[in-house]
């Protein structure tokens, strides 16, 4: 089975400055892994997606994650917050023979001006 | 760019009555998906479909729960009887592919279902 786990369920940043979002995961296969971001009264959105090809993805929005196998982690960084980027993420796993997504619990996302 | 849609985006309903929910996924993609989330609580897997059947449902889709494709474009998920706990997030996705490298499943807005 599947599953993550979202390190922080709410992370407060100034604009301007770096944001880390923390994800392990546990899979007993190769996973696939995304990013989702939710803003309010929006549906979810891709931000970026791991499938097994170079370690650190590039996502929309100048956004990155970085996959580490021997640590478990697919943790989300972006240099300089913006007031924009105040949303809920959620990271995801996909087993390679899934086709369902499973969720970690989401993290929120606050940016001070 | 192409997108999935759903309605009603906030719909009330009676405890044990029925509800039918909405949505359209993006034109070409061939696998469809219902997740749900209750407030507070984490995005749950509830059914994928492709080719007019279920493919994988989770525990949660019991025998309440019903999709179909009644036309080309629409999806829909209906509940027979709601209950109480039924009240959450609905959301519909779709994909070109399932699983495999390129799969991505692109969301709707949700549907906000309350259950009194």
């Known amino acids: 089975a599947q599953s993550v786990t979202q390190l922080d369920s709410h992370v407060s940043v100034s604009e301007g400055t770096p944001v880390l979002l923390r994800c392990n995961y546990s899979s007993s296969y190769s996973p696939s892994l995304f990013w989702y971001v939710q803003h309010p009264n929006k549906g979810l959105q891709l931000l970026l997606k791991?499938?097994?090809?170079?370690?650190l993805v590039k996502g929309i929005n100048g956004f990155e994650a970085e996959f580490k196998k021997s640590e478990t982690s697919f943790h989300l960084t972006k240099p300089s917050a913006h007031m924009s980027d105040a949303a809920e993420y959620f990271c995801?796993?996909?087993?390679?023979?899934?086709?369902?997504?499973?969720f970690g619990a989401g993290t929120t996302v606050t940016v001070r001006a | 760019e192409p997108e999935v849609t759903q309605t009603p985006s906030h719909q009330v309903t009676q405890m044990g009555q029925e509800v039918i929910l909405r949505c359209v996924p993006i034109?070409?993609?061939?696998?469809f998906y219902w997740y749900r989330q209750i407030l507070g609580q984490k995005v749950e897997f509830l059914v994928s479909f492709y080719n007019n059947e279920i493919s994988e449902k989770s525990e949660i889709f019991d025998d309440q729960f019903s999709v179909e494709r009644p036309d080309g474009s629409n999806f829909t998920l209906k509940i027979r009887s709601t209950k109480l706990e039924d009240s959450a997030m609905y959301f519909c996705?779709?994909?070109?592919?399932?699983?495999?490298?390129?799969?991505?499943?692109?969301f709707g807005p949700g549907t906000r279902l309350t259950v009194l």
């Open positions: 995801v796993v996909r087993g390679s023979n899934d086709y369902k997504l499973s």
């Open positions: 996705a779709s994909s070109a592919l399932a699983g495999g490298s390129t799969d991505t499943q692109y």
């Open positions: 791991y499938t097994s090809a170079a370690t």
């Open positions: 034109s070409n993609h061939l696998y």
